[in-house]
Structure formats: structure tokens, C-alpha cells
């Protein structure tokens, strides 16, 4: 079954970071997905742009509506997933617990509605 892991972090908490900084923190997620693949377990990833970036749409009485920013208004933000092919919750739990987003956010793990029963 196919788990997403969506992490969440807050913007704040990284505005420390030095490109140095962000190196590392690029080879420690590298060092996540390649254990990811080397278990059979990797399926997709991605890094999104920051928060500012995005674009919310809506239908309001049938008009599109067309908001700058996300959708939800809370101090963290979505700054990335992991799409992961593992048997069952616990494993997908495991290797969410692996994932160096825990450090600094926190990981939400959605089961794939794409197949489900």
C-alpha cells in the first residue's frame, strides 16, 4: 500500500539557516532517500517552494476564487512529501520516524485512497 508522509515545519524555524546549513540538510535528506530505495520502499519525492509561492483555489457560488497563499492559516506549512510503497501503517510509521523532518516539524502519513477497497 502506498503512504504519503506530508512535512510540516515552521517557516520561522528556518530562517536561521545558513547555505551551509541547507547543504547538509540536503545530504541528510539524500542519505533518507537512498535508504528509502535501497529498502524497495521509495516511491516519489519532492521539496515545494515555500509558502509564499503558493496559490489556493476555491468555488465560491460557482465564481473561482483565486487566493494568494495556502489554504490553511497556521504557522507551519507543507514543505515537502515522501510517497513510500510499505504492507501496512506500522512500517509506513517506521520509516516516517526515519524521515529528518521529525527533527524539526512533523510528519503526517496519509494511506493512499488509489486502490483502497
Known amino acids: 500500500m502506498q503512504y504519503t508522509f506530508l512535512l510540516y515545519s ?12 541547507w547543504a547538509r540538510e540536503k545530504e541528510v535528506y539524500g542519505a533518507y532517500i537512498g535508504a528509502l530505495k535501497e529498502a524497495g520502499v521509495f516511491v516519489s519525492t519532492d521539496w515545494l517552494q515555500p509558502v509564499q509561492t503558493a496559490t489556493t483555489l476555491s ?6 476564487r483565486v ?3 495556502p489554504f490553511a492559516e497556521t504557522r507551519e506549512c507543507l ?7 510499505v504492507p501496512h501503517l506500522d512500517a509506513a ?6 524521515c529528518p523532518a521529525m527533527r524539526y516539524g512533523k510528519v503526517e502519513i ?5 486502490g483502497a477497497a
Open 59 to 64: 468555488l465560491e457560488n460557482g465564481q473561482r
Open 110 to 114: 496519509r494511506a493512499s485512497a488509489m
Open 79 to 85: 514543505g515537502g512529501f515522501f510517497v513510500v510503497e
Open 93 to 98: 510509521m517506521a520509516w516516517a520516524e526515519k
Open 10 to 21: 515552521n517557516p520561522a524555524d528556518m530562517a536561521h539557516l545558513t547555505p551551509a546549513d
Open 67 to 69: 487566493q494568494d497563499g
